[in-house]
């Protein structure tokens, strides 16, 4: 038989390299905690990957600056698989878990030319689900021709064992992004829900996986998803269809021009109306909070329950201006200069009461915490309405400023902000301000701190130390440390190492 070409050997040690990454998987993962094993998965797939595209970086970038933006979605990642080494949240690494493959999908995408439109499009979407899910299915007979090819000749019958089999794989790879929506809106939705969901890897501790069934599975998944993601970087689909940006600049302008949009006098009349009827909302929510505050409550209402549904009112009218700012952006026909004026005038009032109202917010779940303790919950809270309030101030200066791209702002700063969520150490901050509040009002949720991760240990040392008398803090610490499950070395992170000094 002739001898496969250099090209064809670069494939088959593509499918060689894909199953050392399967096996890695399965070693790393089955039975043992996230740590430091994520950082070396990460880093063995994009060893993979880089092996897979060699030869393929540069070349003609369909969007000014893809390159630069390409290998700047390096950091996310790399920060996002660290967060398993450095920190011990559970809540961030079951979030990290959707937010780190979405940052390798867009930097593979981005860095190996797969998409004419840039990264902060909303076409872009499409290219990362066509890369995701239909060409790695699309691609699941090459490598099992591949592998047929390096077998002895089978009998006629065995063909439609492997069809099979690629059936049920990609029923699995349809099933897997679905069941990742469900079950995460599921679990935001159901407290229970949620809670259910924490106690599953509880199933499996005293389960052996010597039968080797399951890291099989696993192993082969990952091989041929793996595989068959880097053979749709390499080769896309060449036709495709017509996308209304291929169009000619000429055709796109009158398209774009001949779009149904809002009158400008309908839409203005639309937002004076919305805006007065916000900013009078405003007004009386703000007597109505800062008397809760003086001790002014409705009857029968309790100050916590006031605080929460406080707050959830005014999120959820910042949430309701952000639905009604994208249309005031976009969809209002333009007509002049002094209704441009107008609009653009509305449209920042409409910031501004949201700012007032995220702010009012702000205050109020501060005031909700010095009663009555930090949670997790109450921390992440803050820095969402921070958030929010960011988006709106960089709303602010897209009003003015035409030529700003706000869905590359938006998504910039998305970003940065989960980064900085997930660097803050959540766990240990919470201890902290407990800590303080501790010193001026005597009084401390042990109980709570009991059931956060080991990174509020060495706070809880210094607690220990600086008032002795709080004799429960040891056992806090010892029911912390008594509650890892595993030592070895793929599960190592910075905070348990701390914890355990």
Known sequence: MRDPAPWQKKYSFMLTYACLFGL??????VGRPAGISVVLSVGGFYGLYFYSIKGRLG?????????????????????????????????????????LPICIVMQT??????????????????????????????????????????????????ESTWGRVGKVLAGLLLAAPILFIVIGLLASADRIFLSWLTEIPGWFSGVSMGD?????????????????YMWGLLFPKVVEAAHPFDQPKDEVAEVARNKTRLDPITAGTLLVCVNVVYVMFAIIQFSYLFGAAEGLLPEGVAYAEYARRGFAELVAVALINVTLLF???????????????????LLTMLVACTL????????????????????????????????????????????????????????????????????????????????ERYEKTGIIDLDYLGQLSTDVIPALKELQAKHPELSSVQLIIDRILGEQKDNTWPSWNLSSYRANR
């Open 24 to 29: 890695l998987v399965q070693y790393l993962f």
């Open 59 to 99: 070349g003609f970038e369909p969007w000014k600056g893809q390159s630069t933006a390409g290998w700047l979605l390096m950091v996310p990642v790399a920060l996002l698989s660290l967060t398993y080494a450095l920190f011990a949240n559970n809540l961030f690494h079951m979030l990290n878990v959707l937010a």
């Open 109 to 158: 995408i981005v860095l190996s030319r797969n998409s004419k439109h840039a990264w902060y499009h909303a076409t872009f979407l499409q290219d990362m689900a066509r890369h995701v899910i239909s060409r790695p299915i699309a691609h699941l007979p090459v490598p099992f021709g591949m592998i047929r090819a390096w077998l002895p000749s089978r009998e006629s019958g065995k």
């Open 212 to 228: 080797g069934g399951v890291r099989i599975i696993l192993a082969v998944s990952v091989t041929i998803y793996s595989f068959c």
């Open 327 to 345: 249309p005031g952006l976009h969809w209002i026909r333009r007509s002049g200069r002094f209704s441009e004026s107008i609009r653009r005038t």
């Open 356 to 435: 007032v109202m995220l702010i009012s917010a702000y205050g109020r779940l501060s005031l909700y915490e010095e009663a009555y303790g930090f949670t997790q919950t109450r921390l992440l809270v803050h820095g969402f309405m921070i958030f929010l309030g960011i988006l709106f101030i960089l709303a602010f200066f897209r009003i003015w400023m035409e030529k700003m791209s706000m869905s590359r702002a938006y998504i910039t700063t998305a970003i940065l902000a989960y980064l900085v969520m997930n660097y803050m150490n959540i766990d240990h901050r919470i201890a902290i301000n407990n800590m």
